[in-house]
């Protein structure tokens, strides 16, 4: 298990822009693919965004193809997720997770973090 930890949650109006990060405390985070997922009010929890430990595969969900784009930062441990053009439907708590493959199932994923609050109003 790693301990994940994300950050960067908040209100954004429709169009506009978050940053979400996601760290490992103790943990090298460059050592797994890390997965953003996020899950609405009463539905279920859905594959956002992936990078592979190589950062060799990077891929998308189709709903937020050319508007989010997620990296890593070696230097301070992170995966980010920058948020961008955002739309009301993007409301979600978004949680980071972690396995070994750069994959969609998040059946995959052995750690995940506690989420965070992401609101776009219209």
């Known amino acids: 298990q790693v301990h994940l930890v994300e950050s960067g949650g908040g209100l954004a109006q429709a169009g506009g822009s978050l940053r979400l990060s996601c760290a490992a405390p103790?943990?090298?985070?460059?050592?797994?693919?890390t997965a953003w997922f996020r899950q609405a009010p009463g539905k279920e929890r859905e594959f956002v965004a992936v990078?592979?430990?190589?950062?060799?595969?990077?891929y998308y969900a189709d709903s937020v193809k050319g508007r989010f784009t997620i990296s890593r930062d070696n230097a301070k441990n992170t995966v980010d997720l920058q948020m961008n053009s955002l739309k009301p439907e993007d409301t979600a708590v978004y949680y980071c997770?972690?396995?070994?493959?750069?994959?969609?199932?998040?059946?995959?994923?052995?750690?995940w973090g506690q989420g965070t609050q992401v609101t776009v109003s219209s």
């Open positions: 997770a972690v396995g070994f493959e750069a994959v969609s199932d998040l059946y995959s994923y052995h750690s």
């Open positions: 103790g943990r090298d985070l460059s050592t797994y693919a």
């Open positions: 990078i592979s430990w190589s950062d060799s595969t990077i």
